[in-house]
């Protein structure tokens, strides 16, 4: 069994023929398969027996003895591509799905259901979709194998007990379950474990942090001591002996810091190449008892995320992660590096975090299909053949995200806008319109529709009850919609936990966590996580002991499985709807394009004004400047690692672009230079970009999420757009700028996401007081004679979005860049 070839050859194939013969499975049929057949196959001919009876209304029967029938389940094995089926029809033999495995076999099957029109969206008969067939003809002839050996989206906090089969009956029915099985997470404490003795008689494998070695469980060890790679070497080879039919172990580092400190080990180099010499080592090992089939995982994360500076062994397999990144790499510059020391490599994403996004409408990765439609197919080109995302049991919020990722991993190439139809049209029928913009709405990449989280609540509510008029009074199509209208609700009820103090917040968190629990069985969110953890991370609010989520009912008062009845769902819907308002703007928003800015001070004729204070901010950013005459150098006065504990995000990372390129094709943009020359150290540093061409310019800062201070000598350009299309980084501390607003502009269009400052007007006059911290849409009424002059941001916390005036805000006028049309209003 030789995975070499197979793991980097491997490619999505799919080779129907034109020449495929038509069979007719309309009026029932025998599924014949052989004697001894094991488990899978046996569940997977009942499986089909099953749903064809359901889609035909016909008998299917199954015979492991005669091998006359019309359909032929048939295990052929090939260990070089355990995850491959041919499905073909004769008019002779009939439908013979063949399986490289047992595995591949069930995927055949459910390939082929899928194929005649079933699915499984979600977990749960809600969400499964049996097609009525009065006439099943088929005609096939494909090959079908997938794009990645491991495909796997699971949950990060676990799930109830009796979450567990319909989760697995996904899995199952979506080919999830890939036949290489990858290890790969945290293992560090198996290691110390299944050496106990050996540990316990050597304190010295422990890691040396602050000159002291603790004996914990979960420490990272002192790899320059022979001892530990003689030990790791008995773990790898003690881990096949135990589990003959593993393809892999892991050997990946315990999570965290506190790497060894002794000499031997910095001689070593950094953690990314420690890391890599033990799991080198029990690659090596292995593979001399086992052969070259047994492989290594290891994760690249957190500080052994960087590529080594030694080569990777063969049978080593690392598993990029897509966050907790040091350094401030780009996994895109991580999955090259890695792969050009000879790892084989896979991914480790997060769909969804619970302490993260709290099954919220739209705030992970899972329900971003523009994310998913992107990366899935970017990492697979990169060499990718495994894909691990952590995720949580909440589809309410990413169902479709994670039913798509799954076409995805089998497919790269799958249609967004078709997948998307394909689950609008089967799961809503008439009801297809509204709730096509239900999840436009909660999709991750839709970041407008959550700026105002009252109105994006208000929407939810009004297309879910437009779907249920149009629904026909089809149940089916109706408890579908129902179990996101109890997923509205729990959105809806966390905001109100979020945003409350006080006994208001107590009691707000026990009907957030009573309402998760009770509608745990319909898998909209992650009950099971909220009821562990949020009480753990606010200490405003309080789980009483007889509440604890691990007490079972009905001793638990918190606890009811009673499942809502349609009333008291539609209760809920009409609440919503009574409750919460759509934002509209009583202003038009404008676009202003970046190509065309000009110095505002060539074009306007205003006194100056004190200056500003520009905000500090973590994260991406922007500047624009013009350049008019050259040469001329553009200056920055740059401090990096503001927060200290986030020194480790790496070199502050700078980048001047000419907007319009040395072609000036539209809105090109072309890299003039790159600079990552400041560390995160707290210390001031300058930063000179020579500018050799006159035009329009952009400085791009990234800190990856530490906190940077930027500043620049008076009087050179730079002005920061603030505007819906901009995500603006985390602004911390108070910041005032100017910005301009055009002859005759009769409002001024405002989103604000601020706690405090002021809108001030030309004569210094307060227009506004910004007290809006959760999001809210405004507008500014312009008096007359207060057009055609700067208008100013004063002692903001917080961000803001100019929507209808040019969203260009600099320190002064001097500095103060605007579009070319601002002057023609």
Known sequence: MNYRFFLFSLVFLIHPSESAEEINLSNGATISISSGAGQTVQLAASDLAEKLSQITGKDYLIDAADQTGSIHLIVERNDTDRDAYTIKTSAETGLTITGNSELALQHGVWDFLYRIGYRQYFPGKTWEIIPTRKELKVALDTKETPAYVNRRIWYGYGLWEHNRDAYRDWVKKNCMDGAFKLNTGHAYHRLISSQQVEFDAHPEYYALVNGERKIRIHSKLCISNPGVIAAAKNYGIGFFEKNPEADSVSVDPSDGGNWCECKNCAKLGPPNDRALILANAVAEAVVEKFGNNKYTGMYAYNYHSSPPSIPVHPNVIISVATAFIKDGKKVDDIISGWAEKGAVIGIREYYSVSTWDRD?????????????????????????????????????????????????????????????????????????????????????????????????????????????????????????????????????????????????????????????????????????????????????????????????????????????????????????????????????????????????????????????????????????????????????????????????????????????????????????????????????????????????????????????????????????????????????????????????????????????????????????????PGGEFLPVPVPEGKSGRLWKFSNVAGSVRLLNVPPFLARTLEELVLPSDSFSF
Not at 386 to 393: G, H, K, N, Q, V
């Open 360 to 772: 919220l409408p739209g705030a992970s990765r899972g329900s971003n299909l523009e994310y998913l439609a992107e990366t899935i197919p970017k990492f697979h080109r990169q060499g990718a053949r495994f894909l691990s995302a952590e995720s949580s049991d909440n589809w309410g919020c990413n169902g479709l995200g994670y039913w798509f990722a799954s076409r995805l991993m089998w497919n790269p190439a799958e249609s967004k806008t078709d997948t998307t139809t394909d689950f609008l049209q089967n799961c809503f029928g008439p009801a297809e319109e509204p709730m096509r913009e239900f999840y436009q709405l909660i999709n991750g990449s839709n970041t407008r529709a959550r700026l105002v989280y009252e109105d994006l609540l208000a929407r939810m509510f009004s297309h879910l009850n437009e779907a249920r008029s149009l629904a026909g009074g089809n149940r089916e199509i109706l408890r579908r919609i129902d179990d996101l209208i109890l997923y509205t609700r729990h959105a809806e009820l966390f905001d109100i936990y979020r945003r409350s103090s006080g006994t208001a917040r107590q009691k707000a968190y026990e009907e957030m966590i009573r309402h998760a629990y009770r509608i745990r069985d319909t898998f909209m969110v992650h009950s099971y996580a909220l009821y562990r953890d949020v009480h753990n991370r606010d200490k405003a609010v309080k789980l009483p002991d007889e509440a604890f989520w691990k007490i079972p009912e009905p001793d638990n008062p918190w606890k009811n499985s009673e499942r809502y009845p349609e009333s008291e769902i539609v209760d809920f819907l009409n609440l919503g709807l009574k409750k919460h308002n759509t934002v509209e703007l009583n202003f038009e928003a404008r676009e202003y394009a970046e190509k065309d800015l000009v110095p505002a001070r060539k074009l306007l004729d205003l006194p100056e004004v004190s200056p500003g204070i520009a905000h500090t901010g973590r994260g991406k950013r922007s500047w624009f400047t013009v350049v008019e005459k050259v040469p001329a150098d553009l200056k920055l006065f740059v401090t990096g690692g503001l927060i200290t504990h986030y020194r480790d995000r790496g070199n502050v990372k700078i980048e001047l672009y000419k907007i319009g390129g040395a072609s000036e094709a539209g809105e090109e943009i072309t890299l003039v230079e790159e600079n990552s020359s400041v560390p995160p150290d707290g210390v001031e540093r300058t930063i000179v970009f020579p500018v050799r061409e006159p035009g329009i310019y952009q400085i791009k800062l990234d800190d990856g999420s530490d906190m940077t201070k930027v500043t620049w000598p008076e009087g050179q350009g730079m002005a920061t757009k603030m505007s819906l299309g901009v995500d603006l980084p985390k602004m911390t501390g108070r910041w005032s700028l100017y910005f301009y607003v055009p002859q005759h502009t009769k409002s001024i269009g405002l989103y604000l996401a601020a706690g405090a400052g002021q809108l001030l007007d030309p004569d210094g006059d307060v227009a506004l007081k910004l007290d809006h």
